[in-house]
C-alpha cells in the first residue's frame, strides 16, 4: 500500500472511529422526571421510565447505592454515561452528601476500545477537595455509578479542566480505576 | 427586580460579551488568538507556524502540512494521524464559534510534531519553533534553610528525578540558558538539553524540597545539609530506620478545621512526636520534612528509598463530605496499582547507574512480599489506635494513593481522625490527644519492626 493510500486508510478509519466511538457527546441536561402537572398533560405520551443506580457517600464513608428513575437512556455509551453521571451530580435525593464538594458539570465524555470512559469535569477551585476520604468518595462514586450503568466500561478515568490529572491530593488519578464493590455499603 | 428584567439582563451582558482572545508570543511579534477559557484555536496556532491548514469535508477533518510533517485531526475526535499513524490527543478537538479548539495540552500534542512548541499556556503563551526554548536562568541562594538553586524566568513545575551526585528536572518544553552557570558551592555545574536541567551536585548534598514562586515566576530547589547526614545513616545504620511522612506541607494545606486549622500543622507536630517516642524506643527514625515545606509526594517515597528504610509512615488528618464521618483508619497500597507503572515509578525515582531489568524484577518480587508486610503494618497500627478511648474504628483498608507508589519497603498511611468533623477535630487539636496518638502508633511500628516477618521482608537494596 502506497504512504498515500496508507494515509487515506488511516483517515477513513479516523473519521469512522470519531464517529463511532469518540465523538464528544453535544451537552445536554439531565432529564428529570417530569412533574405531576406534566405527566398530566394529555398530548404527550409519557415517557418508559428505567432505573439508574448512583453512588453518594454517608456518613460511615462508604458509598450507599440510591436507584432513581429517569426517562430512557441514550444506548450510546457516551450520551448515556454523561447522563448518569449528571444524574449523580444533581446530588442525592435520599439525604445522602454530595459526591462533589463543588458545583462540577461535565464538560467531555470519550470511550476508547479497551473500555475505557474518560469524563472531564470543570476543575475545582482552590482547595475545594480536602481530605482522602473526600476524594476516594468522589472517585469511586463515579467509577461504580458509569460502570454500574453502562455496559462494556471497565474504567474510568477522572479528568478535569480538559486535563489529566495525576491527583486532587491522595489518589492516584493518572490513569483509568476500576470500580470498586467493597467500597459500597451492604 | 422582576424575572423578566433578570432575564433581559443575562441577555444583554451576554450579547455585551466580546470574543475572548489571547495574545501569542511568536518569533514575529504577539497574534491575537481565539480563545474560550483554556481553549485554543488550533488551525490558527497551526497557521502561525506556517503550516498549511486545510479541511476535508468528505472525511470531517482537518489536515495540516508543514515541509515533510502532516497532521490530521477531526473535530468531535481525541485522535489525530501524525505522519501516517494514528496518535491519541490529551484531549478532544472541539468546534465553538466557528472556531476548531482544544486544550492547550492538545495544541501541544499537535504544534509538537510539526516542529514548534507552545509554553507559558497558564500565563502568556509562546509559541516558538523546537530549535530555541524558554530562557531560563540558575544560580545558587544561600538562606537559613539551606542553600537554594533558583531557576528563574519559568513558571513550570518540573518533574524530579534523582540520580547519584545530580538532580534531574524534566520541564513540559524546551529550556535555554541565558547565561552559562558556573560551579558555585554545592553546585558543581548546570546542563541543559532539550526539556532537561540537570543540576549537578557536590557530593553528600541532596535535594531537601521544591517549589514554585510568582512575580517573577520561579522554580527553587532546596539543598539539604542533611544530605551528609543521610549517607551518614546508611553507612552506619545497624537497626532499622522508620520514615516518618508528615502529610501537606508549604503550599499544601491539607485539609481544614473547624477554625481554619490546617491539617499539615497537626501532621507535622503528631510526626514530629511520632519519630521522638521511636527514638525513645531505640529505632532510628528520621521525618521527609522538618518544618512547612512543599514537598512533592513522590519525593517522600523517594527520600525513604534512598535511605533503604524499612518502614515508611505517612501521617494524615481526614474530611469528608458526609458531615458525620469520624474515626481512624489505615491505608496500605492498593494492590491494583502494583503494575509495571508503580515499577517504573520506583525506578525512576531511585535511579541509579545500576538501575536495569534485574533491578525491576527484584524490585517486583520485594514489592509483592511488602504489600502482606503493608498489611500486616497497617493492621498493627490501627490495632493500636483502636485501643485508645474513644477512637471510632474505620478499619484496614487499601487505595492507590500516590505517596504509597513506589515505596520499596512496607508502607502504610494513617488518617488519624475526620477534621471536618467538629467534635473529633476539637480532640485532634489537643496536644495531649496527639501525644496519645503518636504513642500508639509508634507502640504498633515498634512491634512490627521487631516482629519475625518485619525481619524476613525483603527490599530492593537486600534483594538477593
Known amino acids: 500500500m502506497s504512504t498515500r493510500r496508507s494515509v487515506a486508510a488511516v483517515q477513513t478509519l479516523l473519521a469512522a472511529v470519531a464517529a463511532l466511538a469518540l465523538l464528544e457527546c453535544r451537552a445536554r441536561p439531565a432529564q428529570r422526571p417530569q412533574s405531576q402537572a406534566e405527566q398530566a398533560a394529555p398530548a404527550v405520551p409519557p415517557a418508559a421510565l428505567v432505573k439508574v443506580y448512583l453512588f453518594f457517600p454517608g456518613d460511615d464513608t462508604l458509598l450507599h447505592r440510591e436507584i432513581r428513575d429517569v426517562p430512557e437512556l441514550s444506548t450510546a455509551g457516551t450520551t448515556r454515561i454523561r447522563s448518569v453521571v449528571e444524574e449523580l451530580l444533581a446530588g442525592s435525593q435520599s439525604g445522602l452528601a454530595p459526591a462533589f464538594p463543588w458545583a462540577a458539570t461535565v464538560e467531555a465524555v470519550f470511550v476508547d476500545r479497551s473500555g475505557n470512559a474518560f469524563v472531564d469535569f470543570t476543575a475545582p477551585p482552590a482547595d475545594a477537595v480536602q481530605g482522602s476520604d473526600t476524594e476516594i468518595m468522589l472517585a469511586y462514586a463515579v467509577v461504580n455509578t458509569v460502570v454500574a450503568n453502562c455496559a462494556g466500561v471497565e474504567r474510568v478515568q477522572l479528568l478535569f479542566g480538559g486535563h489529566e490529572v495525576d491527583t486532587l491530593g491522595h489518589l492516584d488519578l493518572s490513569r483509568p480505576l476500576a470500580a470498586r464493590p467493597q467500597l459500597v455499603a451492604p | 427586580m422582576s424575572r423578566t428584567a433578570a432575564i433581559l439582563l443575562v441577555i444583554a451582558l451576554i450579547a455585551g460579551t466580546p470574543a475572548v482572545a489571547v495574545n501569542v508570543a511568536t518569533p514575529h511579534g504577539p497574534v491575537e488568538v481565539f480563545s474560550r477559557g483554556d481553549l485554543l484555536d488550533l488551525v490558527a496556532l497551526l497557521r502561525l507556524t506556517g503550516a498549511q491548514v486545510a479541511f476535508a469535508p468528505a472525511a470531517g477533518s482537518y489536515t495540516a502540512l508543514l515541509a515533510e510533517h502532516e497532521v490530521q485531526f477531526t473535530p468531535g475526535g481525541s485522535l489525530a494521524v501524525v505522519d501516517g499513524r494514528l496518535t491519541p490527543l490529551p484531549g478532544p478537538v472541539r468546534t465553538l464559534e466557528g472556531h476548531v479548539v482544544g486544550s492547550a495540552a492538545t495544541a501541544v500534542a499537535l504544534l509538537d510534531p510539526m516542529g514548534w512548541t507552545l509554553s507559558g499556556t497558564e500565563g502568556e503563551p509562546r509559541l516558538y519553533p523546537n530549535a530555541s526554548g524558554e530562557r531560563i536562568a540558575v544560580e545558587l541562594v544561600p538562606s537559613a534553610n539551606g542553600p537554594l538553586v533558583v531557576v528563574r524566568g519559568t513558571a513550570q513545575k518540573p518533574r ?156 494524615h488528618l481526614n474530611a469528608s463530605p458526609a458531615k458525620g464521618a469520624r474515626g481512624a483508619e489505615t491505608y496500605f497500597m492498593n494492590a491494583d496499582a502494583t503494575d509495571a507503572q508503580a515499577a517504573q515509578a520506583a525506578e525512576r525515582e531511585n535511579a541509579t547507574a545500576s538501575s536495569n531489568g534485574l533491578e525491576l524484577i527484584l524490585w517486583d518480587l520485594a514489592h509483592v512480599a511488602n504489600l502482606n508486610a503493608s498489611s500486616q503494618l497497617a493492621g498493627t497500627i490501627q490495632g493500636q489506635l483502636n485501643a485508645l478511648h474513644g477512637i471510632t474504628d474505620r478499619g484496614i483498608k487499601q487505595a492507590p494513593f500516590v505517596v504509597l507508589t513506589g515505596a520499596t519497603m512496607p508502607a502504610a498511611l494513617v488518617e488519624i481522625g475526620f477534621l471536618s468533623n467538629p467534635d473529633e477535630a476539637q480532640r485532634l487539636l489537643t496536644p495531649d490527644f496527639q501525644a496519645e496518638i503518636a504513642s500508639a502508633v509508634a507502640q504498633a511500628i515498634t512491634s512490627y519492626v521487631r516482629s519475625p516477618q518485619a525481619a524476613a521482608t525483603p527490599t530492593v537494596g537486600q534483594a538477593p
Open chain 2, 160 to 315: 524530579l528525578v534523582a540520580g547519584p551526585g545530580q538532580m534531574t528536572l524534566q520541564f513540559g518544553s524546551p529550556l535555554e540558558l541565558t547565561q552559562p552557570a558556573h560551579p558555585q558551592g554545592e553546585l558543581l555545574g548546570v546542563d541543559v538539553h532539550e526539556n532537561t536541567l540537570t543540576l549537578r551536585l557536590a557530593p553528600g548534598v541532596e535535594v531537601a524540597s521544591t517549589y514554585s514562586l510568582a512575580d517573577p515566576p520561579r522554580f527553587v530547589v532546596r539543598l539539604a545539609a542533611a544530605g551528609t547526614e543521610a549517607r551518614g545513616e546508611l553507612a552506619e545504620r545497624t537497626g532499622p530506620l522508620v520514615v516518618v511522612d508528615p502529610g501537606h506541607g508549604g503550599d499544601d494545606q491539607g485539609a481544614r478545621g473547624p477554625g481554619g486549622e490546617q491539617e499539615k500543622d497537626i501532621t507535622l507536630a503528631v510526626s514530629r512526636l511520632l519519630v521522638q517516642r521511636l527514638q525513645a524506643a531505640g529505632i532510628a527514625a528520621r521525618l521527609t520534612r522538618e518544618s512547612d515545606d512543599t514537598l512533592a509526594l513522590v519525593e517522600r517515597t523517594a527520600l525513604a528509598n534512598r535511605l533503604k528504610a524499612d518502614v515508611f509512615v505517612s501521617v
